[in-house]
């Protein structure tokens, strides 16, 4: 493996990580966490801990995930052969998704008086996240599965191929005999 794998390699790690805490996170919290704490008095008080922790883990993936994935991004689209407009649109429902996921989180996550109102609808909002969290992930699979196209099929075939066959040789010995 040359250098450059091994960066290759700690970049894809460095997304998958901080990728599987916030999906699955959004996933724990809105098909088991908030379901089981319900409306009680405890509830509030235990929902509030898990939010100031959760916000402090989504700004540090949060912020691995955005450099790791645009290396990723560099990696792919420098690459011969290149990525198809499959990829290309699948790269782009994905980065509106993730703005979504962000903005989502940190609201949803929040103290500030704008997402305290948001929490009102906490319930709705953390499935809309989660939902958008998973199609997040399935925009990577198609990505990964998305046909490359290589960076030199572009060149005419008339280019490429001589206009005209070299002399043959006269194979016949002592012709001229
Ligand atoms: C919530 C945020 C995100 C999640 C959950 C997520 C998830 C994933 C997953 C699961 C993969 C497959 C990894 C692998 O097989 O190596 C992936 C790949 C990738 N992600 Fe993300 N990602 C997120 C954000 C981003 C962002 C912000 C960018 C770009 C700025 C990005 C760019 C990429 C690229 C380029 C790939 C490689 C796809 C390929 O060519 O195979 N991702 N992502």
């Not at 008095?41 to 450099?67: L, N, P, Q, Y």
């Amino acid at each position: 493996m040359e250098p450059t794998d091994y960066i290759q390699l700690l970049s894809r790690w460095g997304h998958i990580i901080p990728a599987v805490i916030l999906v699955g996170g959004a996933i724990f919290m809105n098909t088991v966490l908030i379901p089981a704490l319900g409306a009680s008095e405890d509830a509030s008080e235990v929902k509030d801990k898990v939010k100031r922790t959760w916000a402090k883990v989504i700004m540090v993936c949060a912020g691995i995930i955005i450099v790791s994935g645009f290396y990723n991004a560099y990696v792919a689209f420098k690459g011969d052969p290149k990525p198809s407009p499959i990829y290309h649109a699948a790269f782009t429902v994905k980065l509106v998704l993730v703005a979504v996921v962000f903005y989502i989180s940190s609201l949803l996550s929040g103290r500030s008086e704008v997402a305290i109102e948001f929490q009102k609808k906490e319930r709705r909002w953390g499935k809309i996240n989660m939902i958008a969290a998973i199609a997040v992930v399935l925009c990577a699979g198609l990505m990964q599965v998305a046909p490359r196209v290589a960076r030199n099929t572009s060149i005419p075939a008339a280019e490429t191929a001589p206009s005209e066959l070299p002399p043959t040789p006269n194979a016949t010995p002592f012709a001229n005999e």
